[in-house]
């Protein structure tokens, strides 16, 4: 648990300096403790220098001149975020621009003017006695007896902040409940918000532009705010370019329902409509940036491979650049394209910087930091993709991990680790923990496992009708692709089919649900949040987003079969595997659904335990819950899969 994770990485303009947020595991005040540094890349043997630590740290951005850098940044994590600046030559302390008295609710997202004098920033502003008087009238009670009445939040705002401090000044309303990004135009007339009228609707998010001020032209931008329509857009990223705005959408209007889709390029044109890029173009785009002759620089991820590619927007060409086995992320590039940044990791490496000297140097891009070194000294597995056959003419593919030194070894226990989402996942063949310690492949090779992450139907990488294949067939068909997956593996006599197990998380944790009344196959399960019982979900704010995106837009009573099938909790009657089940006491539903599938295998006299972090939301934040989660679940799986015996939680030493 002491792999540091790089959040955030920064090309100063001119190229001569690097700054980037380091994230770590502070098991002293129990919390993750964030670090914001410089390096000088003129100097090739200096050593980075630290500007802060911080309780929190988001949002790194040089000013356009490049004298200061501003964050998001917090002393309290529970409070919230305030906008900073700090100049790394003057020696400086960073200062705090925003005042916490105006900005109650803290600083959502900003972005700089590109004239460097100011900053746009947008916020949820505190409810003042007028709007606190009309919730209680909407929200209030009838004597003891609490009332609720849907209503819309406050909308955030959007503010002009001086670079010298001072009081910022108000611009307008944002109209979304719940701002996602923001990104003002290259000639600082226009802000692009992006944001969710109704955060669980899986077509809700919008694009719109909101006027800064001064004369607008229709030749460059229209004289009003365009919006993209809802139903037919899922926001991943956006960028502007010159004068056009660049967005990477997960997903499309079919048959007047939103659908999922890769996450594919396009370019905002006139009354918002989205124009494909490269529409051809492999893979799920997961970054845009802009490159200083108009072109775009990009990260995709293909299968379990992740690809930097350059696109033509305006002839569509796409050239790649790197492949790399593993991830990366956090592209970063100078104002002259000259000097590219970024972070990866492969079945080697654990993550560190990368800095590139153009685009023809991205493929043998130099590392400029070594904070992981220390674990990437460690014994690694051997990792591989590794295909099977779906059953219906197609493959499947994972990464698979074996105990080092040992590929090819025949007889291994085999854990299963299935990700997350599944819409818009997939994993690659890294030896990273992840950042948030909640997938730990690496890990359980280094005790003997061989691990397979399968990046089954629904997962991105593979094309449009890969992740689609799973609508309507949410259990059915990744639980299928899982089993296959499973029994490829003890085919090949690689793995002991008496000694299987499966750990799940999220995404995960809803089909290892699946997958344990489906089959006797495993022979322990750990699974997290993920959704039990789908019929009882959609009685919350997530039941639309849910059979929207799973079931087709069907409803339960529209096709009650169907919605049974496909949930988990139809299996109750089959379970046998020992199960732990883990939840966030924070984390919306998982808490009451763990509850159900806990007394439910109760009942059924299944081996099963149930651990609720208190305080935690969907990812855990506290490096002691992380470490006892991890603790948890190998003690879970070496007990139930090589009869190892069970000890307490303090003495599992991972």
């Given at each position: 648990?002491?792999?540091?994770?790089?959040?955030?990485?920064r090309i100063a303009p001119d190229g001569g300096r690097l700054a980037y947020v380091a994230r770590r595991n502070d098991f002293e005040h129990d919390r993750e403790a964030f670090s914001l540094w410089v390096l000088d890349l003129a100097a090739k043997t200096a050593d980075p220098v630290r500007l802060a630590d911080l309780a929190a740290c988001s949002a790194l951005r040089w000013s356009p001149d490049g004298r200061?850098?501003?964050?998001?940044?917090?002393?309290?994590?529970?409070?919230?975020?305030?906008?900073?600046?700090?100049?790394?030559?003057?020696?400086?302390k960073p200062r705090r621009l925003t005042d916490p008295a105006?900005?109650?609710?803290g600083v959502d997202f900003y972005d700089w003017l590109p004239?460097?004098?100011?900053?746009?920033?947008?916020?949820?502003?505190?409810?003042?006695?007028?709007?606190?008087?009309?919730?209680?009238?909407?929200?209030?009670?009838?004597?003891d007896v609490r009332r609720l009445v849907d209503s819309p939040l406050p909308p955030p705002s959007l503010y002009r902040v001086p670079r010298t401090g001072g009081p910022a000044e108000k611009i307008g309303a944002v109209p979304f409940e719940l701002p996602l990004d923001l990104q003002v135009s290259a000639d600082g007339r226009w802000a692009a918000v992006n944001g969710d009228d109704r955060s669980e609707v899986a077509s809700s998010n919008q694009v719109e532009l909101l006027p800064l001020g001064g004369p607008a032209t229709a030749a460059k931008a229209p004289a009003s705010p365009r919006r993209r329509t809802a139903g037919a857009f899922y926001k991943e990223g956006m960028a502007w370019a010159g004068d056009d705005l660049f967005v990477i959408g997960q997903g499309k209007e079919q048959a007047g329902r939103f659908v999922f889709t890769e996450g594919r390029l396009y370019r905002m044109g006139a009354e918002g409509r989205l124009v494909p890029v490269a529409p051809g173009m492999e893979g799920y785009l997961k970054q845009i940036v802009p490159l200083p002759d108009g072109s775009l620089l990009v990260t995709a991820n293909v299968s379990t491979v992740m690809r930097v590619s350059r696109v033509?927007?305006?002839?569509?060409?796409?050239?790649?650049l790197r492949e790399q086995r593993g991830w990366l992320a956090n592209l970063s590039v100078s104002r002259d394209g000259k000097v590219i940044a970024f972070v990866t990791t492969d079945p080697r490496h654990f993550p560190e910087i990368y800095v590139a000297s153009g685009l023809e140097g991205v493929a043998s891009a130099r590392p400029v930091t070594g904070i992981n070194a220390s674990l990437t000294a460690e014994p690694q597995p051997e990792v591989e993709t590794f295909s099977w056959d779906d059953g219906a003419g197609g493959t499947v593919e994972?990464?698979?991990?074996?105990?080092?030194?040992?590929?090819?070894?025949?007889?291994?226990?085999?854990?299963?680790?299935?990700?997350?989402?599944?819409?818009?996942?997939?994993?690659t063949e890294a030896v990273s923990l992840q950042g948030s310690f909640l997938s730990f492949p690496a890990l359980l090779a280094a005790r003997g496992f061989l691990v397979l992450n399968p990046n089954y139907r629904g997962s991105a990488g593979r094309g449009d009708a890969f992740v689609q294949g799973i609508v309507g067939h949410r259990c059915s068909r990744p639980s299928e692709d899982v089993i296959r997956g499973v029994e490829s593996l003890v085919a090949r006599g690689w793995a002991d089919r008496q000694r299987v197990g499966l750990i799940g998380y999220s995404g995960g944790g809803g089909l290892s649900k699946c997958l344990i009344g489906r089959t006797d196959l495993f022979r322990a399960a750990c699974t997290g949040a993920g959704v039990w019982d789908d019929l009882a979900l959609y009685g919350t704010p997530r039941g639309q987003m849910w059979a929207e995106a799973f079931y087709g837009s069907v409803k339960p009573w529209d096709d009650f079969a169907l919605w049974w099938h496909e949930s988990p909790v139809s299996g109750l009657g089959r379970v046998k595997t020992p199960t732990l089940i883990v939840a966030g006491e924070s984390d919306g539903e998982a808490p009451r659904q763990a509850d159900e599938l806990y007394r439910g295998l109760v009942a059924r006299g299944v081996p099963t335990e149930s651990l609720v972090f208190p305080g935690e939301g969907h990812v855990f934040t506290r490096?002691?819950?992380?470490?006892?989660?991890?603790?948890?679940?190998?003690?879970w799986l070496e007990h139930y899969l090589l009869g190892k015996p069970r000890a307490e939680l303090s003495e599992i030493k991972p």
């Open positions: 648990m002491s792999e540091v994770s790089f959040d955030e990485v200061a850098l501003s964050f998001l940044g917090a002393d309290d994590p529970a409070a919230g975020a305030q906008l900073f600046l700090v100049e790394p030559t003057s020696g400086a105006s900005f109650e609710n004239d460097g004098t100011g900053l746009v920033a947008v916020a949820t502003d505190a409810p003042d006695a007028a709007a606190l008087a009309a919730k209680r009238a909407l929200r209030g009670f009838y004597g033509e927007p305006a002839s569509g060409a796409v050239r790649t994972g990464a698979l991990f074996w105990p080092p030194g040992r590929k090819g070894e025949k007889g291994l226990p085999l854990v299963v680790d299935l990700h997350g989402g599944p819409f818009s996942v997939a994993r490096p002691s819950h992380k470490r006892t989660l991890m603790r948890a679940e190998i003690s």
